[in-house]
């Protein structure tokens, strides 16, 4: 059962903040409240340099494709044009009602103050957060053509880190990029140029912060995205679902056939706050169902629509025959608390990141995890700081209560050690009688091995005194003038022919035999005498072939069937 803490994901946007909290109860994720903070200063993004004889350079991206052989890449485009809010239709972005704004005090000095603010309105004694990536600032590859759990682990990350350092012109190291090989061999590979901008501002308002700030997860949008989606739509296995991801100054498409990510297209450099910027998405779809990469397209969803209807107008009357709908939360798992459920169309992203950080649903969110390393162990430090003097206060109490338990029980250790004492003698006293029986086992052993053998050897042994006697003893007690002039074995069977004084006694020496064929009979004449002369082929001579073998005794018998 979840818990019912608080959790925060925090969304970078242009030059804006959005915020949204949660927290899970009764298995459900709950929104607490949505708010969207205007930075005073658009946040930077800070390229990474490397050293290459004995100068920095910034690294620059370089088309992967030929490189991976890859499904998508990130694209890059002309500058977007910039628009007037004024121009700005009803129901925009910057239209959202003012208690979800919070615009700059005219005496803050920067980003870092406002989410400081933010933060201890939040709780001033610990908060826990989610941070996205972004969207277009992730890098997505996918790769089909490699069963990739068929390799190795370490023959794996040295590969993709050689191919990151031909893309970006540097060495990446594991907290740039992040992998997940899926059930069918393929694997997503995910990697960034620089840290999370939005980092820095979170480090800078820690710095102020008197209270624990703890990140549980840093996803890019795309993924946090992807995962809420999963966890809340059910999703059939060839179906293909198109997420558009609004923005201000970006749209990101992205493409999933069933559950799994089938492509991440490149970044479109226009948003909601660029003109006639619905007609590029448009023709980006177009482009990708054209050129066949997405085979064709069931179902539109629109992610961050702070458009509104006029969003979903537009790709309805665009694609007639597709649904097309703003992102739903599933009721079963989704709890709008007091708010607005339209509020919610432009914040499926900070939702999203603070449901991942809540750990709701964990398994829906690809494992595209990019939260650097330095921030893991800080944290561990951190929560060492009270775990630690709880383990210091174990270790200290730990031998007082040892010896506690052990006067308490001395008595029966005592009484326990005495008995094992006394096993221990009786056991070595029957130690003797214990080898005797194991020889004589083993001899027992050895001797219904050899008997086996005898009984083997012995069997059919008298198969043909048996048959011999079978006709000998038929021939005696129920034929008479009757008598045998050849035996003799082919692939049939025993031929038998003989002569016979009485016709209808052929057919009593063809009984004699379990299994007989008659195969003719003739008359001749004898010594002036009619005789009739006949000749059978037998099959089986008796149906019990224990007459065949020797008889055992009862004894030899039992011996046998152990």
Request: charge should be negative; avoid cysteine.
């Amino acid at each position: 059962m979840l818990g019912t803490k608080e959790y925060t994901g925090i969304v970078i946007e242009g030059n804006r903040l959005k915020i949204a909290r949660v927290k899970n109860e009764k298995g459900k994720v709950r929104l607490v409240q949505l708010d969207r903070i205007s930075l005073i200063n658009e946040l930077q993004s800070v390229p990474v340099a490397s050293q290459q004889n004995g100068q920095e350079r910034e690294s620059e991206p370089v088309d992967a494709n030929d490189i991976f052989g890859l499904d998508e890449l990130e694209g890059s485009g002309q500058s977007q044009e910039d628009i007037n809010i004024d121009d700005l239709d009803e129901g925009g972005e910057d239209m959202l009602s003012l208690d979800m704004v919070d615009e700059a005090d005219e005496g803050e000095e920067s980003n870092g103050v406002l989410l400081y603010n933010a933060l201890m309105e939040i709780d001033e004694n610990s908060v826990e957060v989610g941070l996205n990536i972004e969207a277009g600032e992730t890098i997505f590859q996918i790769i089909r053509d490699t069963n990739f759990n068929e390799v190795k682990k370490k023959d794996l990350i040295k590969d993709i880190e050689e191919k990151l350092e031909s893309i970006y012109g540097v060495q990446k190291s594991n907290d740039m990029y992040a992998y997940e090989i899926r059930e069918n061999g393929s694997l997503i590979l995910s990697s960034i140029e620089h840290e999370p901008t939005l980092l820095d501002l979170v480090d800078e308002a820690e710095s102020l912060y008197e209270g624990k700030l703890f990140i549980n997860d840093i996803l890019p949008d795309e993924i946090s995205v992807v995962g809420i989606l999963k966890a809340n739509y059910e999703l059939e296995p060839e179906k293909i679902t198109g997420i558009i991801q609004f923005g201000p100054q970006k749209t990101r498409l992205i493409f999933m056939k069933g559950e799994e990510i089938w492509l991440v297209s490149p970044i479109i450099n226009e948003g909601t706050e660029t003109k006639g910027f619905l007609n590029t998405v448009f023709s980006k779809i177009l482009f990708q169902l054209d050129t066949g990469e997405v085979p064709n397209l069931d179902k539109i969803i629109l992610a961050n629509n702070s458009i509104g209807r006029e969003a979903t107008s537009f790709f309805e009357d665009n694609f007639p025959d597709i649904p097309v709908e703003n992102f739903q939360f599933n009721s079963e798992k989704f709890d709008y608390g007091d708010q607005d459920p339209a509020s919610t169309d432009a914040f499926t992203n900070a939702i999203a990141t603070a449901w991942a950080a809540s750990g709701a649903d964990n398994e829906a969110f690809p494992e595209l995890s990019l939260m650097p390393e330095r921030v893991i162990e800080r944290q561990k430090i951190f929560k060492l700081q009270w775990h630690g003097i709880v383990l210091l206060l174990l270790i200290f109490l730990a031998p007082l209560t040892i010896n506690y338990f052990y006067q308490q029980n001395a008595s029966q250790i005592q009484s326990m050690q005495t008995e094992l004492s006394r096993l221990n003698n009786q056991i070595q006293q029957i130690q003797p009688t214990v080898d005797a029986a194991n020889e004589l086992s083993s001899k027992i052993s050895n001797l219904r091995e050899e008997l086996v053998l005898l009984d083997t050897l012995s069997s059919n042994t008298q198969v043909w005194s048996s048959k011999l006697n079978i006709i000998n003893n038929g021939v005696e007690s129920n034929v008479e003038g009757s008598w045998f002039t050849g035996m003799q074995h082919n692939e049939q069977g025993m031929q038998l022919s003989g002569y016979t004084l009485f016709r209808n006694q052929v057919p009593q020496i063809v009984n004699i035999f379990s299994e007989a064929t008659l195969q003719n009979v003739t008359t001749e004449q004898l010594r002036e005498a009619e005789v009739y002369r006949y000749s059978i082929v037998i099959r089986e001579f008796t149906r019990d072939k224990s007459q065949y073998s020797p008889p055992k005794p009862k004894d030899l018998e039992a011996i046998l069937e152990q």
